[in-house]
């Protein structure tokens, strides 16, 4: 680290032996460092949304569940309603509009230690981890997701489009104790509510 301006410099030595004694070099190799950091961060997230993309959403959710394994948390799978809608009726850019502000309000999770991903076109996923009462963690789930369903969305054109979306709820540990099979009960839950009772969330249930 530079004193002053607490920058952390990258140096590259080479040397060589002689018969008359070491030679070598000293490079600056920060910026080269710093560019590959930068795109192996940049791989970590959506393009649109700048939340994670699913492998990354895995790798921190299993980073969570390996620090706090007695702990409580919520795997939420998110499914958009209405964005064919939005791209049929609007085009494309009202769709891409439309997938950044929700990706906003859903990554407003991140408040409580979330942890939010664009997982494929226009499903979300959201994990919340480190509780010791389910029914914590249920009200606070609920409370933001009622606020959020009444949220209307401006498109480009300057129309306004209403928010919707189907979820399912899946819990740690009572459900799965890893990330893969939380994500499959709450994807399960969210095509159940998405075929029966759509525009709700519900919670995942075995017995289904």
């Keep these: 680290?530079?004193?002053?301006?607490?920058?952390?410099?990258?140096?590259?030595?080479?040397?060589?032996s002689t018969n008359m004694g070491y030679i070598g070099t000293i490079m600056d190799v920060t910026d080269d460092i710093e560019t590959q950091r930068y795109l192996a961060k940049e791989l970590d997230y959506d393009s649109l949304t700048r939340l994670y993309n699913r492998?990354?959403?895995?790798?921190?959710?299993h980073a969570v569940l390996q620090k706090e394994p007695n702990a409580i948390g919520a795997m939420l799978f998110i499914d958009l309603d209405n964005l064919k809608y939005v791209n049929d009726t609007y085009g494309h850019d009202a769709g891409d509009q439309y997938l950044v502000q929700a990706g906003e309000i859903f990554g407003q999770f991140r408040r409580y230690g979330g942890i939010a991903s664009r997982i494929s076109g226009d499903e979300f996923?959201?994990?919340?981890?480190?509780?010791?009462?389910?029914?914590?963690?249920?009200?606070?789930?609920?409370?933001h997701l009622e606020d959020s369903?009444?949220?209307?969305?401006?498109?480009?054109?300057?129309?306004e489009q209403r928010m919707r979306y189907s979820g399912g709820i899946a819990w740690y540990p009572a459900d799965s104790h890893n990330v893969t099979g939380l994500l499959r009960c709450a994807d399960f839950a969210m095509y159940e509510a998405k075929h029966q009772r759509k525009g709700t969330v519900t919670c995942f249930d075995r017995a289904s």
């Excluded at 301006?5 to 060589?16: G, H, K």
């Excluded at 492998?55 to 959710?61: L, S």
């Excluded at 919340?128 to 249920?138: A, D, M, P, R, T």
Aim: hydrophobic residues 30%.
């Design 125 to 143: 996923t959201i994990y919340l981890h480190g509780y010791k009462s389910k029914k914590q963690l249920e009200l606070l789930i609920h409370r």
């Design 55 to 61: 492998t990354a959403f895995k790798r921190e959710v």
């Design 149 to 159: 369903s009444n949220t209307m969305i401006r498109l480009p054109n300057g129309k």
């Design 1 to 16: 680290h530079h004193p002053d301006t607490e920058r952390q410099y990258w140096l590259r030595i080479r040397e060589a």
